[in-house]
């Protein structure tokens, strides 16, 4: 089925405004039936989980209900998926959860182009005599090559912390291939997948991850994070959660207090959206999700290809990541690049004044742009394109970047 980027934009109030977005990589629209889900929720049964009354029972559910969604949208199991407020907690307590059963000198290795969510929670290990290694990026080509981990690992690695797509290149990382490095010396892999999810459909089994994070927000939905891990491992975790809350209560014994409920059945609305766009209202929703995300990536490949190319005519422009559109199939469209001469901030607010929202910085890849010196140029400007961009709205922004290009 051909991707109808029309019946998407219809879904999106906020699309119907004078505004173009490019910016979703810090956070995505979110489409009426997910506005819906948690008004329902709100005006109807917003009250503590856990009771004998009716009203509760409806509570239980509605949360049980989105946590089930988003099982199936990334192919795991309800009481895989831990609830928080956002990826950056979720991997905090993870890490603090996980390093009980570690000892001193242990060690973790950390991709170099990492989002501080997936870097410091590991780093702040160190005080607790956890080693920490890096998994340095290859300044020429922007890739992480797959030798240069296998010479990091050693008896004592527990864990590696890497990207399933980097925020700055729009790579996507062979992650199968991580794991089974991983698996030769019996360490576990935390993929974080904020940047991926929007774009392509994950499968966390067939990939092999132990523990698999991504906001949802970032994802057109609510404003939730959500943390996969193994059920066999989060039932030999130790408990984050009350002392009172049995050992094999998952995904509860992670889930601090009470949670956004609201946010949680939200995701009821989330799936009515994927549904419509795949135009089956019912049946089993990873069918439904996989034939939606086959047009998603049909539709982002155009979209990439062509803002490539645009970017291809402009010598002053150095893209950081692929930048031949002819692999961009290989990539995914989000597009961080500095200009010669060019102050980011600067450029940034001359396209604010037409109303296209991208952004500049270092989008919390310190180390990356550290690394590769691009704090020089007081980071990086990027565009992030999602399913719901337009060819047309490119046209509006190469328009608005010529005379700051040329």
């Avoid at 995701?267 to 047009?295: C, N």
Wanted: proline residues 4%.
């Amino acid at each position: 089925m051909a991707f109808d980027v029309m019946l998407a934009r219809a879904q999106f109030p906020a699309l119907s405004g004078p505004w173009i977005f490019m910016d979703n990589a810090g956070g995505s629209q979110v489409p009426l039936q997910m506005v819906d889900a948690v008004r329902e929720y709100l005006l109807t049964r917003n009250v503590q989980l856990g009771g004998s009354y009716e009203i509760s029972k409806r509570a239980d559910e509605g949360v049980m209900t989105g946590r089930k969604f988003v099982a199936s949208w990334i192919g795991a199991t309800p009481e895989e998926i831990v609830f928080g407020q956002n990826s950056s907690q979720l991997l905090r307590m993870l890490a603090l959860v996980l390093s009980t059963r570690w000892e001193p000198g242990d060690e973790i290795i950390i991709s170099q182009a990492e989002h501080e969510a997936n870097a410091g929670c590991w780093e702040y290990l160190e005080q607790f005599g956890m080693v920490i290694k890096t998994w340095e990026i290859d300044p020429d080509r922007l890739v992480f090559d797959l030798g240069r981990l296998s010479e990091l690992l050693t008896d004592r690695t527990r864990l590696i912390a890497v990207h399933h797509s980097s925020n700055i290149l729009g790579n996507i990382m062979p992650l199968r291939e991580v794991v089974k490095l991983a698996r030769t010396v019996g360490a576990l892999v935390c993929a974080d997948g904020v940047g991926h999810v929007p774009h392509r459909l994950v499968d966390v089994k067939d990939l092999g991850v132990d523990f698999y994070v991504f906001s949802v927000y970032k994802a057109f939905g609510p404003h939730l994070g959500a943390l996969y891990g193994r059920r066999e491992l989060l039932l030999e975790m130790p408990k984050w959660n009350h002392f009172f809350i049995e050992d094999d209560k998952i995904p509860g014994k992670f889930e601090l207090g009470s949670g956004s409920y609201e946010m949680a059945a939200g995701l009821i609305g989330l799936e009515k959206y994927f549904r419509a766009l795949g135009r089956s209202m019912s049946g089993p929703v990873r069918d439904v999700l996989s034939g939606v995300f086959d047009g998603v990536a049909q539709h982002e490949t155009k979209l990439s290809r062509n803002f490539l190319s645009y970017l291809a005519t402009k010598r002053r422009v150095h893209i950081i990541g692929e930048a031949d559109p002819r692999l961009a199939e290989e990539r995914l469209p989000i597009f961080s690049f500095v200009v010669e001469d060019g102050d980011p901030e600067e450029i940034a607010l001359q396209v604010d004044k037409a109303r296209v929202g991208i952004r500049w910085g270092h989008f919390y890849a310190v180390r990356l742009l550290d690394a590769l010196d691009l704090l020089q140029y007081k980071g990086v400007l990027r565009v992030s394109l999602v399913h719901y961009n337009t060819e047309a709205e490119l046209a509006r922004l190469k328009e608005v970047l010529d005379p700051l290009l040329a």
